[in-house]
């Protein structure tokens, strides 16, 4: 009995043995296998083949015929280093076309077959179909499209992909301010689609189901493509994304570049078939979202973001003053809120801008003491009360002025304050033309104070007509209460009366004499005619006459200190009333 377990025993023991060793060999093996791999890998011809199919490449599917005076301006297009195959599909005969940014292939004028026929070319990164290829020839395509795609990624709305021509229509009515907005469907017509990965071939497939008796010719698909594709939208209850950008001769992505065209807000505008219009209070949101974060942008270049507020209106005194402060390399700094698409799609070619949507009532120019500019100013300070309660310091000045010299690094050197500004006509009275906001619990208590009770005095004028003159108490004489009842503790700092000065200089000789400004604010004098043609007397308009280029002669005038009055009278002051006079009758 004795022998027998031992036996057994040492049956067991040898499986034992045998089992680990096994387990070892295996082992070895596969390190050695691992080994091999890694070294294998570091060949170049190993990273060049594995570089070749990490390539992006973008397969752009034209259905159609390519019209002669479009060749050229397609060659010129830019695809930032991108490889774009093209697969030309053409509904008649086939032109030669030369390609600059990969290969060309020619396929069937059998649509069905032209779809296959691109696939055997290259594995596609992304894939852009069109039957015009007016709608790819934009220099900023590919970027605004790689961003939308990591948008719909991300988004929980079953989006089928991106259209790149608009739906005129719908598009009239989306606010300037957002530049997307989502719509269940394509244009009828010419179409430009970036399907989302897989959408395009399950389409297909749908459409070989579901159109079974229709000619397959690329004609046939150009007339009715767009069709066959909202019906398969309809059915996958999908929406399609569409850029809302300014446009180039009606090439929406031709453009100047610039990270507000993708700053896809959280809650995108989304419009229906039944009723293509928007909710005030969501966009309202969602540009305030964008404001904020064009704001902190400029903060990381900054210590405090420098805020104009304009609107069409006052277009031509921007462009003047983009021209007055461009030689002191502080664009970058300065964040023009615009008010109207206009002033949006002019000012956005030459600086930073933060759209902002108005009511219709409220475009052009505002005359004072109206209604309609009580209620401008109010979206103004409510706008302004959003940066400062987000935690930004702010500069707020006028495009209206004229800076002589740099104010920044003064500014910067300023003692610890919460709210500076300057004298506007009384020693005593602090204007909003040139107002440092440091963003403090003080300051917070004292500009909501001052929106609450902005807003109760103009919301008292809302059954009168935007034209309608009002004397009523604005927005700088509720923070001057305020100061005088000092708000919430806060610290008030005057800024240097020497420096920093109103529109009364131009009124006055002694104050000329004794002063050696930085800013001059061109207030005091009604209507923007009266404050262009002040500017140009004085030497202090920097736009050229074309209303776009910069008046060179002037600026250089600027730089070199010796800008003076333009007017024939210059030895005598001509103002129609005495400082005390003005003074008077002001508080008259």
């Not at 500014?411 to 919460?418: C, I, Q, V």
């Not at 131009?506 to 002040?534: E, F, H, L």
Request: charged share 20%.
């Amino acid at each position: 009995y004795q022998r027998r377990v031992h036996g057994l025993l040492s049956v067991y023991f040898f499986s034992f043995v045998m089992l680990i060793l096994k387990i070892f060999v295996a082992c070895l093996f596969l390190m050695t296998v691992v080994i091999i791999y890694r070294s294998t890998l570091k060949s170049p011809l190993i990273i060049e083949n594995f570089r070749k199919q990490r390539e992006p490449t973008i397969l752009i599917i034209l259905l159609g015929s390519i019209r002669k005076d479009l060749k050229n301006k397609l060659k010129l297009t830019q695809f930032e280093g991108y490889k774009v195959h093209l697969h030309y599909c053409p509904d008649g005969r086939w032109d030669y076309l030369d390609w600059a940014f990969g290969t060309v292939s020619h396929g069937s004028s059998n649509w069905f077959e032209c779809w296959t026929e691109s696939l055997n070319q290259t594995i596609p990164h992304s894939i852009i179909v069109t039957t015009d290829p007016i709608y790819i020839m934009s220099n900023w395509l590919i970027r605004w499209l790689e961003k939308a795609q990591q948008w719909i990624a991300n988004t929980q709305i079953n989006v089928a992909g991106v259209s790149i021509r608009n739906i005129e229509e719908v598009h009239d009515v989306v606010p300037f301010s957002m530049n997307s907005y989502t719509y269940p469907g394509l244009p009828s017509g010419p179409f430009a689609f970036y399907p989302k990965a897989g959408v395009w071939s399950d389409f297909m497939h749908w459409l070989r189901l579901n159109q079974t008796n229709v000619e397959t010719t690329v004609s046939t698909f150009i007339k009715h493509g767009s069709e066959w594709i909202n019906k398969y939208i309809e059915q996958q209850s999908m929406e399609v994304l569409y850029p809302n950008v300014p446009t180039d001769n009606g090439n929406i992505l031709n453009v100047k570049w610039s990270d507000d065209l993708v700053d896809f807000p959280s809650s995108i505008l989304r419009l229906n078939r039944t009723s293509p219009y928007f909710n005030y209070q969501e966009v309202e949101k969602a540009e305030k979202e964008k404001m904020l974060v064009t704001a902190e942008r400029i903060l990381n270049r900054s210590p405090y973001v420098a805020i104009a507020m304009v609107n069409d209106g006052f277009i031509d005194f921007t462009m003047s003053f983009i021209c007055n402060v461009k030689w002191m390399n502080i664009l970058d700094r300065l964040l023009f809120i615009t008010t109207h698409r206009k002033a949006y799609e002019v000012l956005r070619l030459n600086s930073t801008v933060a759209p902002i949507t108005m009511p219709p009532d409220l475009e052009g120019h505002l005359t004072f003491k109206t209604v309609g500019y009580w209620r401008w100013l109010l979206r103004r300070v409510e706008l302004l009360q959003s940066i400062i309660e987000k935690g930004l310091n702010i500069l707020l000045f006028e495009t209206d002025a004229v800076w002589l010299r740099n104010p920044f690094p003064l500014l910067e050197a300023l003692p610890k304050s919460d709210i500076a500004g300057v004298p506007d006509g009384s020693a005593n009275y602090m204007g909003f033309g040139f107002l440092w906001v440091r963003s403090t619990t003080p300051s917070k208590r004292v500009w909501a104070e001052l929106t609450k009770r902005f807003r109760e005095k103009v919301n008292s004028y809302a059954n009168l007509n935007t034209s309608s003159v009002v004397f009523s108490l604005g927005e700088q004489t509720i923070l001057n209460s305020l100061r005088k009842e000092k708000y919430a503790y806060c610290k008030w700092k005057w800024l240097s009366k020497i420096k920093y000065l109103s529109g009364i200089w131009y009124q006055s000789k002694k104050m000329r004499d004794m002063t050696n400004p930085i800013v001059i604010n061109n207030n005091w004098i009604v209507g923007n005619p009266a404050k262009i043609k002040r500017a140009k007397d004085w030497g202090h308009w920097f736009l050229a006459e074309d209303s776009r280029s910069c008046d060179e002669q002037s600026v250089q005038s600027l730089i070199n200190g010796t800008t003076v009055r333009k007017s024939s009278l210059r030895s005598e002051d001509n103002p129609k009333l005495s400082i005390h006079k003005w003074l008077a009758e002001r508080k008259k």
